[in-house]
């Protein structure tokens, strides 16, 4: 069997390898256009930022080592031109002296990659303006810092944005960020990227959100960005991170399926529209896990495991790819952000029910030193508790979580099984009752009526009916220091521990919505308060939780 491979990175170079590995008889074909056939692009980052020292790092693998050690023969600047489906061959072209030549296959997986969107805007294409694709991108940017950049502008707040953003401070750099959306990092849910903009702002960049690069123009300072709003930025260092696009043309030309936002269609086992043609990484179009909806997910771990998933169905293995769920992390200066599952705006956006609740814990034991807090987001049905997804931003320890709650989304868990899950404990690492733990007790609480939660949205008058819901009494349970250092206006302050002997003040006749800081005292009120009678609702995560939707 003679196996092709367009394109090397996660999803090629796996492929390749796990084919070799299944099988010593059969001539493996990488055709790269790159010089390099697989290369550590989530670092390229840190390497501009001076984390990353030495540039061979972050080299996977060299094709010497792949015609060595698994003897695949590998041809890196060669673009795979056309492919003949009833011949059953691609042609190829030598990028350095322009030969073309067709290559037969018995099988063919197509690994293209996506490339960064360069939007058609005037002055795009002047000298120091970048975009960060492959290695050769990066020394062009490394090129420019070298030569005394003083302020960069960075086009788009997301995973790769927002890394280059804090790189290029590492780097000495004044840095302004700009932003389409009103929010940084866009997958996520709005509330959750507020401490990661106030935190970008504590560094010193300059954060627009709201606003576009609408053209670029050579001044004496080097370049201008002229932004919709007017406004022009000077910059000497301009890079976008707007996103990327799946590389499609081959598979268009040779008339294979692709969905409507250009991702090639592939089945479980990452076959397309030809069953002897495969396609993997960042080029496909996939299912989301626990939606069941196509989509597109640019992510090294799922490039990786397509690889090999094609690689296996080619040589006879039923493997089949069960679908990304996102799973992604992602390190903004001393925050850590990560997301797994579907959010809230996608939950909306299809609409599907869905229940929510928020935890502030430490990441592990407030008693020993360091503890650093976090802000947990759960998202589950109302009516089993299956986990649908997560967002957790802070310090240490989030990474952690992500990838417990990861799991528990690949298990089909539910709200009730974090309660019972039995995790490492020391005061180092975590706490008797784990973040996890925590964030089970309370989604469970809930659904099984243990308590009443209320939301910021309904507070806010932003959720349901509007204005008109709003609590007609709003009880502070914080002691009086907590309260006048800052609170949600209209609430009135009786602490929990003085609540019992307070009841009486309290109106019979009217809802009451109670919070402390973050829910748990808030819990103990609103259970005081129910078991006496009273219409009592906890504010779901307190006025922490108030404070990621408003901070005025």
Same mark, same amino acid.
């Given at each position: ?10 999803? !090629? ?19 790269? =256009? ?34 060595? =050690?698994?003897? %695949? ?35 063919? %997986? ?29 020394? =062009? ?39 389409? $959306? ?35 123009? @050579? ?10 709003? !007017? ?116 939950? =909306? ?59 528990? %989304? ?10 019972? $899950? ?15 733990? $925590? ?17 910021? @949205? ?39 521990? @003085? ?5 009486? @003040? ?47």
């Amino acid at each position: 069997m003679r196996l092709i491979i367009a394109g090397g990175v996660a999803g !090629g170079a796996s492929a390749a390898t796990r084919a070799r590995r299944l099988s010593e008889d059969a001539e493996i074909v990488i055709l790269e =256009r790159g010089p390099d056939v697989s290369f550590a692009n989530c670092g390229m980052p840190y390497y501009l930022g001076g984390e990353i020292t030495e540039r061979d790092k972050l080299l996977v693998v060299t094709p010497e080592r792949l015609r060595q =050690r698994y003897r %695949i023969d590998v041809r890196t600047r060669t673009s795979v031109e056309a492919i003949d489906r009833r011949g059953k061959k691609v042609r190829a072209r030598d990028l350095g002296n322009g030969r073309e030549c067709e290559v037969a296959y018995d099988k063919l %997986i197509l690994a293209p990659g996506a490339a960064p969107i360069r939007p058609p805007l005037p002055g795009v294409d002047l000298p120091g303006i970048f975009t960060l694709r492959n290695l050769q991108d990066m020394d =062009r940017i490394k090129e420019s810092l070298d030569r005394g950049v003083r302020q960069a502008v960075v086009v788009g707040a997301g995973f790769i944005g927002l890394e280059l953003v804090e790189n290029l401070v590492r780097h000495g750099l004044q840095v302004t960020l700009v932003e389409l $959306m009103d929010q940084v990092l866009p997958p996520l849910d709005k509330e959750m990227t507020r401490p990661i903009a106030d935190h970008l702002a504590a560094k010193g960049v300059a954060l627009l959100l709201g606003e576009s690069a609408e053209g670029f123009a @050579e001044v004496e300072e080097g370049l201008a960005v002229q932004l919709k709003c !007017g406004r022009e930025l000077s910059s000497q260092l301009v890079v976008l991170g707007i996103g990327v696009r799946p590389e499609n043309k081959l598979a268009v030309d040779a008339g294979l399926a692709v969905g409507p936002r250009g991702g090639i269609r592939v089945n479980e086992h990452m076959q397309t529209s030809d069953p002897d043609i495969y396609a993997v990484g960042d080029a496909v179009e996939i299912k989301d896990f626990v939606t069941g909806e196509p989509t597109q997910v640019p992510l090294a771990g799922p490039a990786n495991r397509q690889g090999r998933i094609a690689a296996d169905h080619i040589f006879g293995r039923p493997a089949r790819f069960r679908g990304t769920q996102g799973t992604a992390i992602l390190r903004v200066f001393d925050l850590t952000v990560a997301m797994t599952g579907v959010s809230e705006k996608t939950l =909306r956006r299809l609409d599907r029910s869905f229940s929510k609740v928020y935890v502030h814990p430490t990441d592990h034991a407030s008693y020993y030193p360091g503890a650093q807090p976090m802000t947990l987001k759960l998202l589950f049905t109302p009516d089993t508790g299956k986990i649908l997804g997560a967002q957790i931003v802070g310090g240490s320890g989030v990474d952690k979580r992500i990838d417990v709650l990861a799991v528990a %989304i690949q298990a089909g868990m539910t709200v009730f099984d974090l309660e019972e $899950m039995e995790l490492a404990y020391a005061p180092q690492y975590g706490s008797a009752k784990d973040p996890i733990n $925590m964030a089970g007790f309370v989604a469970a609480g809930s659904l099984r009526g243990d308590q009443t939660q209320a939301t910021v @949205e309904e507070l806010l008058g932003t959720d349901g009916p509007g204005p008109a819901s709003r609590p007609a009494c709003l009880l502070d349970v914080r002691t009086p220091q907590e309260f006048a250092a800052g609170h949600i206006p209209g609430a009135v302050n009786v602490p929990v521990d @003085e609540l019992r002997s307070h009841r009486g @003040e309290l109106p019979s006749d009217r809802p009451i919505t109670v919070y402390c800081q973050v829910g748990q005292r808030g819990y103990l009120a609103q259970r005081i308060l129910s078991q006496a009678g009273f219409q009592a609702a906890n504010l779901g995560g307190g006025f922490l939780t108030y404070r990621l939707f408003n901070q005025s």
